[in-house]
């Protein structure tokens, strides 16, 4: 590994660098992806981010995380080749075969790129920053916290900030199903809980916790009240219980998404989405 990233660190550039050896040392951070207590993502491991598709590896080597290395298939690192070209970590070329033996199952995405952990916003920078924010309580399903940020990305959310019982969104599967999107927008824990919400407040928030709880107000009234330039923090619970009665209590207000009879709720990700969609700032 040392040869490699050296090349790279010296010429500003990452020609590929082929090896067929599901055993050769440099790839060990790549190494057995499926078995858990080895997972480099999980907590208590190595710390790594990991992308997982041309897509996804572009959106990475576009953040603000530093790349450790990639690896892919030759057509997966030509396709990324104006993206790779002035990355300063080594770039590994080898078969699908070599590539399944070393992650531990066969990748339809055909490149894997690891990169450290970086320094992220603090809750107060994040709320200094935005207009319409996301605040989560809860949501431990990887797949919908990644499909939250994916649609918070697409529908103008500036941030997401994370209450109790979350996981984490640099975790595997959550950069996956995101799209990359963890990786754009801007995230940081809320402490304590719900009191951390006072923050918002003193930042010009009117925090909206979306709920089916009867007498809560529909999205669109809240959208139709919403002050020109007005901050809205909105909260969304987990899939199933939703939010606690604690985090309904602080917000400012109850709303709801109008649903025909005998539907009470939606996927929350699917839920985040409407929100979203109703209080984006759209021209």
């Not at 997982?52 to 690896?71: C, I, M």
């Not at 339809?108 to 603090?122: F, Q, Y």
Request: aromatic fraction near 4%; hydrophobic fraction near 45%; charge should be negative.
């Amino acid at each position: 590994m040392a040869d490699g990233r050296l090349a790279c660190v010296v010429n500003a550039t990452c020609d590929p660098i082929r090896t067929d050896d599901p055993n050769d040392p440099r790839l060990d951070d790549f190494r057995d992806l499926t078995t858990a207590d080895r997972r480099p993502d999980r907590p208590g491991g190595r710390g790594f981010v990991i992308a997982e598709g041309a897509v996804v590896v572009r959106r990475l080597l576009a953040s603000r995380y530093p790349v450790r290395a990639v690896l892919g298939v030759p057509r997966r690192i030509e396709e990324l080749a104006g993206d790779l070209a002035g990355v300063r970590a080594p770039v590994y070329e080898t078969s699908a075969d070599t590539m399944a033996s070393v992650v531990g199952f066969h990748l339809n995405r055909g490149v894997l790129a690891i990169a450290d952990k970086a320094d992220l916003p603090s809750a107060e920078e994040i709320a200094r920053n935005g207009r319409i924010l996301a605040v989560l309580e809860g949501v431990g399903d990887h797949e919908n916290l990644g499909s939250i940020f994916r649609n918070a990305a697409a529908l103008g959310v500036d941030g997401v900030l994370l209450g109790p019982r979350c996981s984490d969104p640099l975790y595997r599967r959550s950069v996956r199903v995101s799209m990359g999107n963890v990786l754009r927008v801007p995230f940081a824990a809320l402490r304590p809980w719900p009191a951390g919400l006072e923050l918002l407040r003193e930042q010009g928030f009117r925090v909206a916790a979306m709920t089916p709880r009867p007498g809560s107000f529909s999205l669109r009234e809240l959208r139709e009240t919403r002050p020109e330039g007005g901050r809205i923090a909105l909260l969304l619970g987990a899939e199933g219980p939703g939010l606690s009665a604690e985090a309904i209590d602080a917000a400012d207000v109850a709303v709801r998404i109008p649903m025909a009879d005998g539907v009470d709720s939606l996927n929350v990700a699917t839920a985040a989405a409407v929100g979203f969609y109703e209080l984006a700032d759209r021209g």
